[in-house]
């Protein structure tokens, strides 16, 4: 079984610019959440993708935007990068059972977002 | 919505003493909870998890939780600590609803086991 893997895994970029994230999902897995995870905090849920489309945001600016693709891979995009976007972004794949439910979320190692 | 509060940001603990990591949840819909441990410079790694059934729950690495619903606590312990545990534990909640599996994390407390 697969896990989570996230590319790259630590990034520089300078303020203004845009940056895409990418996450292959577990095996199995039909749904790919990400997180944004601030130096010193837990985790916060940016959004979460089902089935190629967003089904959930958390409190995020439109400039935070993903996709989702037929082999549920993932990608955050992010554009007009600020200063506080430094952080570590996680990928979290989990499968969720039509009919309601929820399931464990297995996260990748996380992506190293440097805003300079 | 739901919010999760881990009380103690730092337990400092000496090796092979037992450690308690509190963790309380607020939600107003029935919910299913975690607990993660992160590894610097690593993601999440599940310890645990309570979906149904039995309170006290079982994890990896010897730790266990109990779920109680009436104090709306998730506390987790291990009742001896090596130097390895050393790390950051997080505890998580995540609302029982329809194709949507938002997870709402505390901001985590830091296990430092001393020799």
């Known amino acids: 079984e697969t896990g989570v893997t996230q590319s790259p895994t630590h990034l520089i970029k300078t303020r203004g610019q845009q940056v895409t994230l990418r996450c292959s999902s577990q095996s199995g897995h039909n749904t790919v959440s990400w997180y944004q995870q601030a130096l010193g905090q837990g985790p916060q849920f940016i959004f979460q993708?089902?089935?190629?489309?967003?089904?959930g945001r958390g409190n995020f600016p439109p400039r935070f935007s993903g996709l989702q693709f037929p082999n549920y891979s993932s990608e955050l995009n992010v554009n007009a990068l600020e200063l506080d976007d430094s952080a570590l972004y996680l990928c979290a794949s989990s499968r969720l059972a039509g009919g309601g439910g929820t399931d464990t979320q297995y996260f990748g190692p996380g992506t190293r977002l440097t805003v300079l | 919505a739901q919010s999760v509060t881990q009380l103690d940001s730092q337990v400092p603990v000496f090796e092979e003493a037992p450690v308690e990591l509190r963790c309380n949840y607020s939600?107003?819909?029935?919910?299913?909870l975690f607990w993660y441990v992160q590894y610097p410079n690593q993601g999440l790694q599940l310890l645990l998890k309570?979906?149904?059934?039995?309170?006290l729950v079982k994890g990896i690495n010897g730790f266990e939780a109990e779920f109680n619903k009436s104090q709306t606590s998730f506390h987790l312990r291990k009742p001896s600590v090596h130097i390895s545990d050393t790390a950051e534990y997080f505890c998580?909640?995540?609302?029982?609803?329809?194709?949507?599996?938002?997870?709402?994390f505390g901001s985590g407390t830091k296990l430092n086991v001393k020799p």
């Open positions: 998580a909640v995540s609302a029982q609803t329809y194709n949507f599996n938002k997870f709402y």
């Open positions: 939600s107003s819909v029935s919910v299913y």
């Open positions: 993708y089902y089935r190629e489309e967003e089904n």
């Open positions: 309570y979906l149904s059934g039995s309170t």
